[in-house]
């Protein structure tokens, strides 16, 4: 960060970025982050993520209108992870969920679909 902590951006450039909710701590979505995604949060207060499938800079909820507003952006101890607290709009999931951890490892389904992804995204 421009005037506080050196961020550890990898050999890859890029930084796991767990996006949390700022009100009831619910874990929403882990992407990655690049300099550039964390400076257009940081200037914006909207979460930026880097998609590494996509190979671009993308703002979360440009597309599907699920938008995150980020509260704070912490770092961890060892600078290499960061934690976008934020207020959700709708989903985080492009599934449809609220989260994107709505499953255990059984492969319960414990999360709450809160839109039709169908509906959102064009195939």
């Known amino acids: 960060m421009d005037d506080g902590i050196a961020i550890d951006f990898g050999a890859d450039g890029l930084v796991p970025a767990v996006a949390q909710d700022a009100e009831t701590g619910e874990v929403l979505m882990l992407a990655y982050a690049s300099p550039e995604a964390v400076a257009r949060t940081r200037e914006t207060g909207r979460a930026h993520y880097y998609s590494r499938s996509r190979d671009e800079l993308w ?3 440009k597309t599907s209108g699920h938008t995150q507003t980020v509260e704070e952006v912490r770092v961890d101890c060892d600078a ?4 976008y607290l934020v207020e959700q709009e709708g989903g985080a999931c492009h ?3 609220r989260s994107c951890f709505y499953r255990t490892v059984d492969g319960e389904n414990v999360g709450e679909m809160v839109f039709d992804p169908d509906a959102v995204y064009e195939e």
């Open 95 to 97: 599934t449809g969920h």
């Open 59 to 61: 703002e979360k909820g």
């Open 80 to 83: 290499d992870t960061l934690l």
